[in-house]
């Protein structure tokens, strides 16, 4: 298995510019997020996915937009890059185990917004 | 105040020492995680725990749901032990959903050889 893969590792924008961000998983997980990571901060949830065509929003939505049209995919959009969401971007799919859910991250995707 | 603190923020040790990370969280859980993130991004889940003790080679996790606190220990700790450990916890009260993990800020580990 890949795990959970993510596209691009590295990317810079400029303000305004929009795009996407790509999370697959081949583990066939029904759950999916997107957190963020700043420095001096914990990992924040973004968006998640409890399963293909249900998502819902984590603690820092704004500016961000998901879909899950396949169990595999769960990709972000950003609609208009702001130097705020400069950012690194870790996916995550997890499954139930009966007692709890356990994690698998993608390797980040390292966003600059200029 | 955050709802997962982690101590300390950072950490250095000499090769071989026995090392422990703790967490507090101040929510109700249905399961506690420890992460460890590596330089360079990636992040790997070590230990799940809802009660007691785990032990995965030289890491130890327990936890004490009555004291809501959390404790990672690194025995005979190496240099390839060095990376930022991540407490995260999972809120009791959202019926299933995985959207509510709370993470602490992390803590950074140097071992010296």
């Known amino acids: 298995n890949a795990g959970v893969t993510q596209t691009p590792k590295f990317q810079v924008l400029k303000t305004g510019q929009s795009m996407t961000l790509q999370c697959a998983q081949d583990?066939?997980?029904?759950?999916m997020s997107w957190y963020r990571q700043d420095p001096g901060m914990g990992l924040r949830l973004i968006h998640y996915?409890?399963?293909?065509?249900?998502?819902d929003q984590g603690e820092v939505p704004n500016g961000y937009n998901v879909s899950r049209s396949t169990t595999e995919d769960f990709p972000l959009r950003l609609l208009s890059a702001a130097p705020s969401q400069t950012s690194v971007y870790f996916c995550?799919?997890?499954?139930?185990?009966?007692?709890?859910?356990?994690?698998?991250f993608g390797p980040g995707t390292r966003l600059t917004v200029t | 105040k955050n709802e997962v603190e982690q101590s300390p923020q950072n950490l250095t040790a000499q090769e071989g020492e026995f090392i422990t990370i703790n967490c507090s969280y101040s929510?109700?859980?249905?399961?506690l995680h420890w992460l460890q993130q590596h330089p360079g991004g990636g992040i790997v889940s070590l230990f799940m725990?809802?009660?007691g003790k785990k032990k995965h080679g030289r890491l130890i996790a327990t936890i004490n749901i009555q004291e809501k606190h959390s404790s990672l220990h690194i025995t005979a700790s190496h240099p390839r032990d060095s990376a930022v450990y991540i407490c995260?916890?999972?809120?009791?009260?959202?019926?299933?959903?995985?959207?509510?993990?709370?993470f602490g800020k992390g803590t950074k580990l140097s071992v010296k050889p």
């Open positions: 996915s409890v399963g293909a065509g249900i998502t």
């Open positions: 583990m066939n997980h029904e759950y």
């Open positions: 929510v109700g859980i249905s399961a």
């Open positions: 725990l809802s009660s």
């Open positions: 995260a916890a999972r809120k009791r009260d959202y019926g299933g959903s995985q959207g509510n993990l709370i």
């Open positions: 995550a799919s997890s499954y139930s185990t009966g007692t709890g859910y356990e994690q698998y």
